[in-house]
């Protein structure tokens, strides 16, 4: 029976990458959309013939769940079966060519429905989305929080850092990782309007020390200030907490069962992951990632994320800059845009992670526009939020 067993497990495994083989070959033919009518005939047969050998096996309900699953591909589907006006998109690609988006991909009820690659690029392209690690940080501290590592986003941070304790300003002993995930923390930084310490922090040889000994400006839990030396700080933590590199740790406990495979993570001079900027992967992860928080942190049927903080992080915990950026969540941007309300990850340069929960949608944006971070977030507003016909 134990050879049975394996043989089904073997089985199936080596379907699921088939059909991963033969939906990545459909994709690279360059047809717009792809039609996987014939890869779905296909896997419900094996997976017929699989359900007969197990019914055959004396005691199949002994061959766990977790044995047999596998991370499916992305399904593709034209827009208009989702609601969706394919002229709006094509119109869109049209506009897109003399933009500085290298890439974008929309996700409605689960499916693919629309991607652009600029020349050059394609769904297998890695892209960095600089400060969109920070909704990457933040869902790690979720998980960590949910496995005891850490007891709640109201910890010291000298808990997990102690060398807070050392430091002459005695204030900073106050701050929280709440005070660092909805940047409250009160040390001083410049990250927008024109004033920046960017280039100081970068070539620090250690960047949390230099992060920590940053004047502290105001009491903790009080202003916001975006800085990305908070969100290197949570990943200092999360690493002290765990033991663990937070690549090592997001890919044991995220991205593996994801199946996002492409990510790759910068660290600063001491090895530390680069918390707050130093993330890149494709698109299509990216999607993935939102897709999972749309989920309310569920995959293939799997809590990867509580949903209490899905709900907590994507929640406005302060106002933000005040400005049309939006409010600010834990780590997470939420705003309103054509009356729908949306949560997202926004990096330099135009990256953008977005989610709308009222249609069911993802969009992510890659993108190099130097001199306006914002530029491409109309290309999500005013086309895919438009193109909506329900």
């Not at 698109?283 to 049927?301: C, H, M």
Request: some cysteine.
């Amino acid at each position: 029976m134990d050879d049975q067993k394996e043989r089904i497990k073997f089985m199936k495994k080596y379907f699921a990458l088939l059909l991963t083989i033969m939906m990545a070959f459909t994709a690279c033919s360059g047809s717009p959309a792809v039609d996987s009518s014939g890869l779905e005939s296909l896997s419900q047969s094996t997976s017929s013939s699989l359900e007969s050998m197990e019914e055959s096996t004396a005691d199949s309900s002994e061959i766990s769940q977790e044995d047999i699953s596998v991370v499916a591909p992305w399904q593709v589907d034209l827009p208009e079966n989702h609601q969706m006006d394919p002229a709006v998109f094509a119109q869109l690609h049209a506009d897109l060519e003399s933009s500085d988006v290298y890439a974008m991909v929309t996700v409605k009820d689960g499916v693919i429905i629309d991607e652009y690659y600029q020349e050059g690029y394609d769904e297998t392209s890695v892209f960095p989305l600089h400060s969109c690690t920070k909704s990457f940080t933040s869902a790690l501290v979720g998980i960590a929080i949910e496995q005891g590592y850490f007891t709640s986003v109201d910890d010291p941070l000298s808990d997990y850092l102690p060398q807070v304790l050392d430091l002459a300003d005695t204030g900073k002993q106050q701050i929280t990782l709440r005070h660092l995930l909805t940047h409250t923390s009160g040390l001083e930084w410049y990250e927008w309007a024109g004033r920046s310490n960017w280039q100081e922090f970068r070539s620090a040889e250690n960047w949390v020390d230099y992060i920590l000994n940053r004047n502290l400006v105001a009491t903790p839990g009080t202003v916001f200030a975006y800085s990305t030396g908070n969100s290197h700080l949570l990943a200092a933590a999360l690493e002290s907490a765990t033991g663990m590199g937070e690549l090592e740790y997001a890919r044991e406990n995220l991205f593996d069962a994801l199946g996002m495979d492409s990510v790759v993570w910068g660290t600063d001079p001491h090895g530390i992951a680069d918390g707050g900027n130093g993330i890149s992967m494709t698109v299509r992860d990216a999607a993935r990632f939102g897709q999972l928080y749309l989920q309310n942190g569920q995959w293939n049927g799997e809590q990867l994320i509580s949903a209490q903080w899905v709900a907590e992080s994507t929640a406005a915990q302060n106002n933000g800059a005040g400005d049309g950026t939006g409010s600010y969540g834990y780590q997470w941007w939420i705003r309103s845009f054509q009356g729908y309300d949306t949560y997202y990850a926004f990096g330099a340069h135009g990256q953008f992670i977005f989610v709308v929960p009222e249609l069911d949608l993802v969009t992510v944006i890659a993108s190099n526009s130097v001199e306006d971070s914002y530029a491409p977030r109309p290309y999500f507003s005013d086309y895919v939020l438009s193109a909506y016909t329900g």
